[in-house]
């Protein structure tokens, strides 16, 4: 359901260091969200030097850019969002001055999975289990 | 106005499948959204195989973000969606269990195109005519 | 705090060109939207010529997305997407009828940046403060 995007210059991460993230991430939506980390995605875009620029300058943040449905309570996503960004500097060793993390949202029935609305926040278990049971 | 992104693993899409896949989208978001083909942009990503992850292990999903401007009706966007993920499928061969597609939207006033502030849905007509007559 | 994403097609824009782009992005976010240029990130996605489709040829359009808070005042994203828009073509030469300009936004405590919820909008000078001295 939900899709992370990991923006960094070249480099930054090596193929193990990308591989630990994406479980990292996984893990924690999982866990805070109640969604089989089956559904989660998570891609990493690593761009040129010259390609990403914090003031105006060339730099090297790691850009993190979650997508989630509408309607999660608010304290699940603050708790989500602080995991994530706690997670994006133990696993990489970015400090967390070059890092931010931005969740974004639209309503679940906005998007499509599996070839099946997702569900409303609260509505995964019958929602899987209509998967399961091939209903 | 809206973007369609869509986000592989290198060669998923052949070049042939690409320009097919944004053929059916512009299609469908035309006569959907009622916007002219002409204001409809596609963009795919194609990244390495170690950076793309599902449930934490390399992956090859097929994700489709789009966005597009608030306002439009519930039932439209709910068929919008729903044609997109099935052509997703048709066009490419990538099975619904791999494809996601997420419509993210946010105010027609948050959004500048050929120099003019995008029309709110319902409005296009308006919008349109101004631009053909350079008014 | 803002991220600007410019998704050109390859060879649109040279170096030069980027990093003028980038500071022009950051000089008129931190000036109407009262953030310091050090927490504005612009990132360029150059993507092959076959990538890139506007009615379902290929094309070379400039799409620019910006994530910003929720909560400035409509009158500001108004002018800030109309400077960006205007920015756009005075530094690449591209002409408006090719530049998309589309800000997106949730909500500031959606977001995480050097470890630290990002304040809403108009709470920016206590934010830097604390920051400022390390509290």
Same mark, same amino acid.
Request: glycine share 8%; charged share 10%.
């Given at each position: 359901m939900p899709v992370y995007t990991c923006t960094t =210059?070249?480099? %930054?991460?090596?193929a193990q260091t990308r591989a630990n993230l994406a479980g990292e991430l996984t893990r924690i939506h999982s866990m805070i969200n109640? =969604?089989?980390? %089956?559904?989660v995605n998570v891609v990493f875009h690593e761009l040129a030097a010259d390609e990403v620029y914090t003031d105006g300058e060339p730099a090297k943040p790691l850009l993190i850019n979650g997508w989630v449905r509408t309607g999660h309570p608010e304290a699940q996503t603050s708790q989500l969002v602080a995991e994530i960004a706690s997670a994006a500097t133990r696993v990489t060793g970015i400090p967390a001055q070059r890092v931010l993390v931005v969740i974004q949202n639209s309503p679940a029935h906005f998007a499509i999975e599996g070839g099946r609305v997702l569900p409303a926040p609260g509505e995964e278990e019958a929602w899987l289990r209509a998967q399961r049971d091939g209903s």
């Open positions: =210059v070249q480099s %930054t991460l090596d109640h =969604v089989p980390g %089956t559904y």
